[in-house]
């Protein structure tokens, strides 16, 4: 099979003050990112795609997120947000951070990925100026979400197709999105609302 190549990795620049982050992150058709607290699919090209775009830089998570991991992500600055992880029983290799606006200060002008969960997107969402998102083809039944978001906030710039093959058992689409430069578009932090999910 003829693979697209993978998208290339953009220079994130300041987007009316917004930090040069990137979230990260697949959901499927209705916006579930996990189930059962894993993930509710195997693509090995989606995981190979994140370990790439990722590799050499911060990676912010979550206390559930880092435990589902299990373990530091090797080759990258692993920043975990948690009022209630210990330090002391972390890898020396993990940043522990207990206040969002810590991770701001510290890496404000760091080219970091913000790669879940759901309260962590949701919190970050208004400073990131990409978007990095495998959309995966199936609804999957999940029970966390991706935040809703304002798609007229932002501009897709690059879409990878990926079809269902022997290895992956959905067929995916990868897609680049860069917040627009404009106070007008609906609420500044590019979010929705939180809808209940049918």
Not at 14 to 23: A, E, F, L, N, V
Not at 42 to 53: C, E, K, N, V
């Amino acid at each position: 099979m003829n693979r697209a190549a993978p998208p290339a990795i953009l220079t994130v620049a300041m987007i009316d003050g917004r930090k040069p982050w990137t979230i990260i992150a697949a959901v499927d058709r209705r916006g579930a990112i996990g189930q059962g607290g894993r993930l509710p699919w195997h693509l090995p090209d989606d995981l190979a795609h994140f370990r790439r775009t990722t590799m050499g830089h911060p990676v912010l998570m979550g206390r559930l997120t880092y435990a589902a991991i299990g373990r530091p992500l090797p080759g990258r600055e692993n920043v975990v947000l948690s009022r209630t992880l210990v330090r002391s029983l972390l890898p020396e290799e993990v940043r522990l951070f207990a206040e969002a606006d810590d991770v701001r200060r510290t890496y404000g002008e760091t080219a970091l990925f913000v790669i879940g969960g759901a309260q962590i997107f949701r919190e970050f969402f208004p400073d990131v100026a990409r978007l990095l998102l495998t959309v995966v083809d199936a609804d999957t039944g999940g029970d966390v979400f991706f935040p809703a978001w304002d798609r007229t906030a932002w501009t897709l710039v690059d879409r990878r197709r990926h079809p269902r093959d022997a290895r992956h058992a959905y067929a995916f689409s990868i897609e680049t999105y860069v917040r627009k430069s404009c106070g007008g578009c609906g609420d500044p932090s590019g979010l929705l609302p939180a809808l209940g999910r049918g």
